[in-house]
């Protein structure tokens, strides 16, 4: 039998989830204000459109919270759409929700949206002012402290290359290696925001808003920005600064 | 008596307020779903801090729906505040509504948040792409069908400097001559949005709104760039494009 497996690309805001993955269906409803699982309502759209429950792959699983301006994900079907009819069709089913389908393609079985994937990019956007957001609530991370962004800057160029991110990652991470290679990490400045832009093949779990929070903590001049080298010998993740709040982060786009 | 003048940087979400403008209390709790004024919200906030009932005069009465990222207002007060403690405590009393006091000045009685005002900018938001927008939600005009920038540019390129705007003007536009210069209309796609920035020392009523409504009539090649020259020409509302709707439209910064 012939696979037809599907690419879609979606948005999502991730204050009206509980998360990517699906939980058992009854804590899904007793968890964080009976916020429901990304993966459980596109499923759910899916099934009532088609009456079919494929198994969903996504290149990010991401956190309760987290934003997405291009997650990747992929399935198989039985049946055989055009990829504009099915991201149309899947929408109508999705409309009551905070998620959409940006884009779909049909793709060759070889195509699998996690181990495919060449490189991931998100952005975490920081409003920094003494003023609270308003037109930005629930998007960025309030910082009312100044930052250096120049120091912040000396702090990220150490993170570039290849490492390991031990300090960066989340206790229940399960990845066998902490080794990862960050190629690009960019901090503007745009009106009262600061923008934080890194890329990577892949990243640990919580390793981006690690990374954020400790860039932060240089930027208050609470530590020196050289004290990247010491958070990242000492392969422990007390050694570095705080978790970024998720609603900041915005997983951007993945390569394949 | 001496005057204690002072001037406030407003940001506010427009889409929880009726407009600046306060009407009567009775019309302003059965208009537009019981939508507040922001006139009102901040005199009742000023009002519960100081016991005074200063008239409050802002840089551009802004619509309901608009948004303000930094609307400007003065007013008189007989007590006299640090600017850093009057926005401060100002904001305790705003702390469950969607405006905010982003900054705050003492200044010399000359000035006037309107008629001091050199030069006013504009920032109109559209997210371009056939998915509705999520992240963007009521923030931003969705246009489904491709835009021709260049061609709009065009257009924008014609409506810069001294013109009589009568066609871009709504029927309930009260000032007394529809002259007007525009000092710069720059028009950027950044991913999947198009912002237009414009800038004048003054406006008419919904003249942003017009301009982006003939503008994207252009970019979707309904009519040509220099049809400008004609609605220009003549001088009547029916001749120009529909009115953006006011949810993609900030007030982004006044000078003086």
Same mark, same amino acid.
């Not at 402290?145 to 991110?165: C, N, R, S, W, Y």
């Given at each position: ?9 979606? =948005? ?13 269906? #009854? ?15 596109? =499923? ?15 290149? +990010? ?42 884009? +779909?393609?049909?793709?060759? =079985? ?15 956007? $920081? ?21 250096? $962004? ?10 570039? +290359?290849?490492?390991?991110?031990? #300090? ?10 902490? $080794?990862?290679?960050? #190629? ?5 400045? =745009? ?39 010491? $958070? ?25």
């Amino acid at each position: 039998m012939t696979i037809n497996r599907y690419k879609l690309v979606l =948005e999502y805001d991730g204050g009206n989830f509980c998360g990517w993955q699906k939980q058992a269906i #009854s804590q899904e409803k007793t968890l964080k204000n009976h916020l429901p699982s990304i993966e459980r309502t596109l =499923e759910t759209a899916i099934f009532k459109l088609i009456k079919e429950s494929p198994k969903l792959f996504c290149a +990010g699983r991401t956190d309760a919270g987290v934003h997405a301006w291009g997650q990747v994900i992929h399935f198989d079907l039985n049946k055989k759409f055009s990829p504009y009819k099915l991201t149309h069709a899947i929408n109508s089913y999705l409309n009551q929700s905070n998620l959409i389908t940006k884009d +779909g393609e049909v793709v060759d =079985e070889n195509f699998h949206a996690r181990f495919s994937a060449t490189k991931r990019h998100y952005r975490y956007i $920081i409003i920094n002012r003494r003023a609270r957001p308003i037109i930005d609530k629930d998007r960025v991370w309030h910082v009312p402290v100044p930052l250096d $962004i120049q120091k912040m800057q000396e702090g990220a160029a150490l993170l570039l +290359g290849t490492h390991d991110f031990s #300090s960066f990652r989340d206790a229940q991470c399960q990845s066998k290696s902490a $080794i990862r290679t960050i #190629s690009s990490l960019l901090i503007n400045k =745009e009106e009262d925001k600061i923008i934080i832009e890194i890329s990577a093949k892949s990243f640990l779990h919580h390793m981006v808003r690690n990374i954020v929070g400790t860039l932060v903590k240089i930027g208050i001049n609470k530590i020196p920005a050289n004290s990247i080298l010491e $958070i990242l010998a000492a392969k422990n993740r007390p050694a570095s600064g705080p978790n970024a709040p998720a609603y900041g982060l915005y997983f951007l786009k993945v390569e394949y």
